[in-house]
């Protein structure tokens, strides 16, 4: 895609990326997503970063850098990756992936990990295809009522 941009997220661009959250998850945008997203432009943590098209923001990554803890060196996590629905299958997912994972390579970032429920097959196809494989991690939650 030749017109494709990848950039960095930034605050004006929230609402963009919670139109197309909620284009793909179908549920009304929860309002602390949109404020923690918020918060996360301002750190220095939080690798975010949109794609668009002629201007209009068709998809975004979210990712960020943990400096240990449990075993793991530095490392990253990417949390979140939305193509809205009818842009995908461009490449552009593909292309915020690769984007992320040079800014990674640059400051030293050997592991990304990434985690997603089990029944994501079309997700595990996609991360498989970007390279990614089992972890050592084990997941683990708990429910607290």
């Known amino acids: ?76 996590w990417i949390s979140l990756i939305c193509v809205h629905p009818k842009f995908m299958d461009q490449g552009i997912g593909q292309r915020l992936a690769e984007d992320v994972f040079q800014i990674y390579r640059k400051i030293g970032i050997k592991n990304v990990h990434t985690s997603f429920e089990w029944n994501s097959v079309d997700l595990l196809s996609f991360f498989k295809n970007l390279g990614f494989g089992r972890s050592d991690f084990v997941n683990l939650r708990k429910t607290i009522e």
């Not at 017109?3 to 284009?23: F, P, Q």
């Not at 918020?38 to 098209?53: H, L, Y």
């Not at 209009?56 to 060196?73: D, H, T």
């Open 1 to 76: 895609m030749d017109n494709l941009v990848i950039r960095k997220l930034k605050l004006e661009d929230i609402d963009a990326v919670g139109r197309i959250y909620n284009s793909i998850v179908q549920l009304p945008r929860r309002v602390d997503f949109l404020s923690e997203l918020k918060d996360q432009c301002k750190s220095s943590c939080f690798v975010n970063f949109v794609a668009e098209i002629k201007s209009e923001i068709v998809g975004f990554l979210l990712s960020y850098v943990i400096y240990g803890g449990f075993g793991i060196n530095k490392s990253a």
